[in-house]
């Protein structure tokens, strides 16, 4: 579901930036939100997100020097940024957005895929920003893209996923996993993506919400570490990995069943390593249910799940804070919500439930009541559709 006036806005401002439009072309890549498996895509879980038909809009066109020039609508302060192709392509503080486009640029480049001339790019999103929505993965995937449709390079989505990932991992300072930008780039409309990070296999699953709907709440909250913090997870759930390695044969912690780990799991003697490794085995586990549940059309456990999901992250993995919590836990006290959980990396951003269609309007009023009394600012609600990974438009 392309938004025209998006759309309108992106190619108007790319011809008031760049003084032209013949030749230019539109483009866009989908947001993304995850229904269940929360930090798992860096230990060889599974994940079970879907694309949103919210996203990044882009307008872009081949230049004939060797200059590549940036505007964004949503961050106007920056200017026109511009890079030389013939200098070392290297992140800095005055690109700022903008270090996400190069640094997809300079992985490219590292895959041997040379630009021979540069190009000018305009983009305009409506994914709220840092609201864990993928708003960084969807300008990476949107940026391969472009690369891909205006210099013929040969590659899948699935490597406009990888290459994404590398370039936010090496360029921009994120280690993080492979899922947003594998269900930016690998999205279908009414359908989540049920993929294991350990081997990258993946199958669609329908979405068939009869009479719910996905309502997304974000936290608002501005201040947020996530880089470091998520880093340090991270770290962690490695650690531990290398330490139950010397007693299990695994290549991650997606490798154990619940049984293998509560067996083995005396040997990580730190109780907080013990915890986060706990989340790491346990929601994976509580992934491949939901799904094994959505399957069979059995809703109400697939949302008991969502709740696990939740708990687990604010026990036993640490990533939720009082915005989180206070959303997730007044959504559960409402008749028609079937599940809610925070949804990406945590710290902040959202929550994403899933409501019956006659309590959506007593969930956004209720929640948003009480969010704002105990937080002291409001939060905000979107009913979202699930839609398709990135297209020219
Ligand atoms: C962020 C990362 C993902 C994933 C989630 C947590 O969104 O970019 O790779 O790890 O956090 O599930």
Redesign the pocket.
């Known amino acids: 579901m392309i938004d025209q006036n998006m759309k309108q806005a992106v190619l108007d401002s790319f011809e008031k930036s760049f003084s032209k439009k013949d030749g230019v072309k539109a483009y866009f890549a989908p947001g993304r939100v995850?229904l269940i498996?929360?930090?798992?895509?860096?230990n060889g879980g599974h994940?079970f997100p879907c694309a949103l038909t919210i996203g990044t809009y882009g307008a872009a066109a081949k230049r004939d020097d060797r200059m590549v020039h940036f505007y964004s609508c949503n961050q106007d302060r920056f200017g026109v940024y511009g890079i030389n192709l013939d200098e070392e392509i290297k992140p800095t503080p005055e690109a700022g957005w903008a270090n996400y486009p190069i640094g997809v640029i300079w992985a490219f480049e590292k895959r041997g895929m040379k630009l021979d001339k540069g190009f000018d790019l305009v983009i305009n999103g409506n994914i709220p920003n840092g609201s864990?929505l993928?708003s960084s993965?969807s300008l990476e995937v949107l940026t391969g893209f472009i690369l891909r449709d205006l210099y013929g390079f040969e590659v899948s989505n699935q490597d406009l996923a990888l290459i994404g990932q590398y370039s936010?991992n090496n360029f921009n300072g994120?280690n993080?996993?492979?899922?947003?930008q594998f269900a930016v780039a690998m999205g279908k409309e009414d359908n989540a993506i049920f993929l294991d990070t350990a081997d990258l296999s993946y199958e669609y699953a329908p979405i068939k919400l009869e009479g719910a709907k996905i309502v997304i709440a974000n936290t608002n909250k501005k201040h947020k570490l996530t880089d470091s913090q998520?880093n340090a997870r991270r770290s962690m759930c490695e650690e531990a990995l290398a330490i139950l390695q010397k007693t299990v044969d695994i290549k991650g912690l997606g490798d154990l069943s619940v049984e293998e780990f509560e067996a083995h799991k005396d040997v990580l003697t730190d109780p907080d390593m013990q915890k986060k490794a706990k989340h790491a085995v346990y929601e994976n586990q509580r992934t491949i249910e939901a799904v094994k549940s959505l399957k069979d059309g059995d809703l109400a456990h697939f949302g008991e799940l969502m709740r696990q999901s939740h708990e687990s992250l604010r026990d036993d993995y640490d990533v939720t804070g009082v915005e989180l919590d206070t959303l997730a836990e007044e959504a559960w006290k409402i008749p028609g919500v079937i599940g809610s959980r925070m949804t990406?990396?945590?710290f902040g951003g959202c929550t994403v439930s899933i409501v019956k269609d006659e309590a959506v309007e007593n969930f956004k009023k209720t929640v948003g009541e009480n969010y704002l009394k105990k937080i002291g600012y409001e939060a905000t609600f979107y009913t979202v559709e699930i839609g398709n990974g990135p297209e020219v438009i």
């Open positions: 995850n498996g929360e930090h798992t895509d860096y994940v864990g993928s993965a936010e994120c993080c996993g492979i899922m947003d998520y990406g990396g945590g």
